[in-house]
């Protein structure tokens, strides 16, 4: 499993738009890049899932690069319900996630 | 459908005395999984299943068991409660697969051993 780095914390403001960016120099190349989202006493939930280039869906899109050695989790327009840690995974698949810190994510208005 | 569920919410545990989470799933998944989460980490693999009847050790399997005998059942037990098992545990159950990456998570169970 590829390891993971993504900035500790991250504030914005509501309205405005979040990029955490991943690093996974190690990825594999039949590794896919995740993101789940955890709200304080909740378990994780999936938001994104991506190979290459640009995938967008009803929360989130996720940008990755041609050399897939980090990605973009885009969140836009955030409000205050997007307060949350946020975690970039990549595996290939079969199950096996593996977390790490995750970035936590303040929302102010 | 109720999803992922686990009982019991919360547990207090004196050292030494043993427990058994239960996890239940109704989407007919094949894979499912127990993780733990201390404070300010990440969620880190105990064990998992591929299908009933089946169980592997992940990442920190030391103390815990686990069980598989019904497809939407998966049991996690603590044979003699450590004060470093105290955690919040959570189930999660996937379709499986090679292109298996979303889970589906439980509440957690909130574990205190003293």
């Known amino acids: 499993l590829a390891k993971t780095t993504q900035p500790i914390s991250m504030d914005s403001y509501e309205g405005q738009e979040v990029n955490i960016t991943c690093s996974h120099n190690n990825i594999a190349t039949n590794d896919y890049i995740t993101w789940y989202q955890q709200f304080p006493s909740q378990g994780p939930r999936f938001i994104i899932q991506g190979y290459k280039t640009k995938v967008t869906n009803e929360v989130a899109s996720l940008f990755i690069p041609a050399d897939r050695k980090s990605s973009t989790l885009s969140l836009p327009r955030v409000s205050l319900s997007d307060t949350a840690v946020y975690y970039c995974l990549v595996g290939d698949g079969w199950g096996k996630l593996q977390f790490g810190a995750g970035t936590q994510v303040v929302v102010t208005p | 459908n109720a999803g992922v569920t686990q009982t019991p919410k919360f547990r207090v545990l004196k050292t030494g005395q043993s427990m058994t989470l239960l996890c239940a799933q109704d989407m007919n998944h094949e894979y499912m999984y127990w993780y733990r989460q201390d404070p300010g980490m990440g969620l880190r693999l105990i064990h998992y299943s591929v299908g009933e009847g089946t169980t592997a050790k992940g990442e920190v399997p030391d103390g815990y068991n686990v069980s598989r005998l019904k497809k939407q059942n998966f049991l996690l037990g603590l044979e003699s409660a450590a004060p470093s098992q105290t955690s919040v545990y959570f189930c999660?159950?996937?379709?499986?697969?090679?292109?298996?990456?979303?889970?589906?998570f439980g509440p957690g169970t909130r574990l205190t051993v003293t």
């Open positions: 999660a159950s996937s379709t499986g697969g090679q292109e298996d990456y979303e889970q589906y």
